[in-house]
């Protein structure tokens, strides 16, 4: 562990991308097969199944450091993560070994074949041999979520520096279902074609936020507009006769969405599709809040299945008869995709995003400012003669959202931050008024400058009318616009109301807090925008 | 139990004295622990603080009415014996200890149990209620020896020297620069000082607390005479134009803060140095031991985390109800803020 934890020291010391390539790239031409495997698999979001939950780490390490479970469970929020207040509550560790990465991997891979008194003792054994960083280190492999400042687009960069084979060829190998545990780094690296998994997607191509006027872009006739949805970005796998879909967060749903099992029957075996998943009406998308419910479950009861179906709208085609089309221009992906999608059932689970035809910008401008009619977030622009690339590039694809709702809301209560902001308050709850009460309706977190945090910090603390824990209820004096993407009833919240990503855009000390906006406005806004 | 002190909107008062300790609002008389901008405010009639902390204060705050006492000198204010023992926090920080009628009260102000060797070393004073700080009053805090620190950062200038890059080290102007000042091993190369730095070095050198050399940064000062060397400046001063002059350059902060990655990630700054003034979690045990008290009120810090703690650990416990801002020294510090010129 000792090498890793160094590899973690010099990334977390470093804010520059290029040193923390450069300590990657020197650890995978450094480190033994297995670690680099496991460090690949790491950074690119997998880990060892977990062995132990976290509530019996949380009580272990509260036995061990002799403190209350509470004052634990006090310190999380402040420190912001689960592992890392447990290395720092742990007393020091008496002995020390210098195992390496992969075989504290297979210590906690081999817990699960043990009874829970076992387990317990070889997770304390761990704690009292390792030091704070390699502590922190193993409690992240329990814990998950491996975020360290590393994403798995530099990781790739850095494996390429070492092998000296290409990025975009490296982050194709990466994509998909590989299980560190079933595989060994040679077979995913360094083998020629590593097994054809059939069920591996292509990486994804993200577009940028738009900010500048279109008019910069040159000619509207270089470019394809068309809806950007509120749903789920997939990428549609058909090979071999079965089929597989994938979210952007490279999560494999295919069970989620059942509907799209039919997919086979309408296209030939060699096809992957990029495109939107959403709830569909038979005419048009239903609001994000109706997929909500189906994203997170992994088997799906009929009433939701008849209530929220899902389609997928498509809007590339990067293989087709089992060619990777990525390379050709957009313009013929495009054709190929409408054709191939032309002959369909109107009942099948797919259609073609339609494409929006614009002459000149401002017809395009007209258009967007009528995005939430069709339920969509705004337009997106790609240029017809691009390349499918990979991950967030600049120059071919734009999104051009409308710009949010707001409305102008009362601060009324007050929490700190965690992690990054544990001494700051950032978390906010906040009213409008209902003739002369105040009614909370929305929290938000983020959205002001590091100053204007520092700020109402300071003015928190010393206007502070009452204390329910954390919280803080605040004097009634401060004005935020807040700004969202969507609203909807909500029968779970006092107001009758709930947002879609909620933030602050503006802290309006110029409005005076009886000028902020009412109950009654907020309803007129969800009868003309809501869902 | 008597109450010796009691809170009011401007600050801990003592009716026996008629006078406050730290207060924040402006008052008649006003006691003060030391020289920090949320313990020795302006505006008050009359200061009483130690000689050490003193000159500090009058740098500060400009022309004061205030008045001098020594380290365990005892002097009577109305019905009330009051006497200033050392803190640890910072050169003539105290601890105020308040007796009225055989009951004793002690006002922490900000302080460190372990010795650093500039500053006077805390003292335990027994007592019936003790007001202590609480800032890092978490079990997650826990300090390493300064000596190991010092060797860190030592390091990490020795590196950063061998290396052609300059290194700016960035803590507050009070307490933390000369702490760090005197730990350094100045042989590794030139230091150089912001200016907020340099104007205390040089109140706190008049009053003979032993410092390395420092050289200014004036305005015409040209950093390439000063290959390898070490600038300490305010916090805010890293991320400002004025570190530029320095060009290829590596950032540090020294911070008890630095001991939370979240915290350290924020500062965006390339080295987080976990070095505190305030004491930590067993620190601030040992000092409530030490008291005796039977009385602990937390003020400063994760108040009602801790007294929560005290409580069930077996004292009797309660959160002093402060009005206060950001603390100097520890709890806010904004990347936005302006840098005090140099």
């Known amino acids: 562990m000792k090498d890793f934890a160094a590899l973690f020291t010099a990334i977390d010391q470093t804010t520059r991308t290029t040193a923390k390539t450069k300590a990657l790239a020197g650890f995978f031409a450094e480190a033994e097969e297995a670690d680099k495997l496991w ?35 006090e310190s999380y929020p402040i420190v912001g993560d689960l592992a890392e207040t447990i290395a720092l509550l742990l007393p020091p560790a008496t002995r020390h070994d210098d195992a390496p990465l992969s075989y504290w991997i297979n210590e906690l891979r081999s817990l699960a074949a043990l009874d829970i008194e076992t387990r317990k003792a070889r997770i304390l ?59 060994s780094y040679h077979a995913l690296i360094e083998a020629e074609d590593p097994g054809a998994d059939e069920s591996r997607p292509y990486p994804f191509y993200l577009a940028y936020q738009l900010d500048d006027p279109p008019e910069r872009l040159g000619a509207p006739e270089d470019w394809q507009a068309e809806w950007k949805w509120d749903g789920i970005r997939g990428q549609l796998i058909l090979r071999g006769g079965s089929h597989h879909l994938w979210s952007r967060g490279e999560e494999l749903i295919t069970g989620r969405f059942p509907e799209l099992a039919r997919a086979v029957d309408f296209l030939p075996p060699g096809t992957v599709l990029d495109g939107e998943i959403v709830t569909w009406d038979g005419s048009q998308p239903m609001s994000f809040s109706t997929l909500q419910p189906r994203i997170g479950r992994k088997t799906v009861p009929k009433k939701l299945l008849k209530e929220a179906p899902v389609i997928l709208l498509a809007y590339d085609l990067l293989e087709a008869d089992g060619a990777d089309l990525r390379d050709a221009p957009l313009r013929d992906r495009r054709a190929r995709l409408d054709a191939l999608l032309a ?15 614009f002459d000149a910008w401002q017809t395009l401008a007209d258009t967007r400012a009528a995005a939430r009619d069709m339920r969509a977030e705004g337009v997106m622009l790609k240029r017809l003669d691009s390349p499918y690339l990979s991950g967030r590039k600049k120059g071919d694809w734009w999104k051009w959202k409308l710009d949010p709702l707001t409305v102008d809301a009362v601060m009324i209560y007050a929490q700190q931050g965690h992690g990054r902001r544990a001494n700051l308050f950032t978390d906010f709850t906040f009213a409008v008024w209902n003739g002369n009460d105040l009614v909370p309706f929305t929290k938000a977190y983020s959205g002001l400058t590091d100053a204007e945090f520092t700020q109402i910090t300071s003015w928190v603390r010393k206007n502070t009318l009452q204390r329910f824990g954390p919280v803080r209820q605040v004097r009634p ?55 | 139990m008597a109450n010796v002190l009691t809170f009011r909107p401007e600050g801990i008062y003592c009716p026996a004295g008629d006078f406050y300790i730290d207060p924040w609002r402006p008052v008649d008389r006003a006691l003060i622990t030391h020289g920090h901008s949320d313990h020795a405010r302006p505006g008050h009639a009359r200061y009483l603080a130690t000689h050490a902390a003193l000159p500090v204060m009058q740098h500060r705050l400009g022309e004061i009415t205030a008045e001098g006492i020594g380290f365990g000198e005892t002097r009577r204010i109305g019905a009330a014996s009051v006497s200033f023992h050392p803190a640890g926090h910072l050169p003539g920080s105290a601890q105020i200890r308040v007796e009225v009628g055989g009951e004793v009260w002690v006002v922490s102000g900000d302080y460190k149990t372990t010795p650093d060797g500039l500053c006077e070393p805390f003292e335990p004073v027994r007592c019936h209620a003790f007001i202590t700080e609480c800032t890092f009053g978490l079990p ?38 000369q702490r760090l000042l005197h730990m350094i091993d100045a042989d590794i190369g030139p230091i150089l000082t912001h200016g907020a730095v340099e104007a205390t070095n040089a109140v706190l050198r008049r009053q003979g607390y032993p410092l390395p050399d420092t050289r200014h940064v004036a305005p015409d000062l040209n950093p390439k005479d000063y290959p390898g060397a070490l600038v300490i400046a305010p916090p805010s001063a890293l991320g400002a134009s004025w570190a530029r002059r320095f060009g290829t350059r590596s950032t540090g902060f020294a911070s008890g803060w630095m001991r939370l990655r979240g915290v350290r990630r924020r500062r965006a700054a390339d080295r987080g140095f976990v070095l505190s003034d305030h004491a930590d979690w067993e620190g601030l045990h040992q000092a409530i031991r030490a008291t005796g008290a039977e009385k602990i009120f937390a003020t400063h810090g994760y108040t009602e985390i801790f007294a929560r703690w005290l409580n069930s650990a077996g004292w009797d416990a309660e959160v002093v109800p402060t009005e206060f801002g950001g603390e100097e020294d520890e709890v806010v510090d904004s990347p936005g803020e302006q840098a005090p010129a140099s």
């Open chain 1, 39 to 73: 460090t690949i698999a790491l950074f690119s979001g997998r880990r060892p199944k977990r062995a132990v939950t976290t509530t019996q780490l949380r009580e272990w390490a509260a036995e061990e450091a002799g403190v209350p479970l509470w004052l634990l469970e």
């Open chain 1, 125 to 183: 054994d761990a704690w009292d041999r390792l030091d704070e960083t390699e502590r922190f280190l193993f409690n992240k492999l329990i814990t998950g979520g491996f975020r360290i400042g590393v994403s798995q687009k530099l990781m790739t960069r850095a494996l390429a520096q070492a092998t000296g084979q290409q990025e975009a060829v490296l982050a194709h190998k990466l994509m998909g279902g590989w299980d560190p545990a079933e595989t």
């Open chain 1, 343 to 357: 002959g369909l059932p109107p009942d099948a689970p797919l259609r073609a995003s339609p494409r929006i035809t």
């Open chain 1, 477 to 531: 004096e401060h004005v935020f616009e807040i700004a969202f993407e969507g609203i909807h009833a909500s029968p779970r919240h006092k107001s009758g109301i709930a947002l879609r990503f909620p933030r602050m855009s503006r802290w309006r000390q110029d409005k005076p807090v009886q000028e902020a906006n009412t109950l009654d406005h907020l309803q007129q806004m969800l009868a003309t925008y809501g869902t």
């Open chain 2, 140 to 177: 997650v805090f826990k300090w390493r020896p300064q000596n190991e620190v010092a060797a860190e950062v030592n390091a990490w200038w020795a590196a950063n020297a061998a290396a052609g890059r300059v290194s700016i080290l960035g803590a507050y102007a009070l307490g933390k620069a």
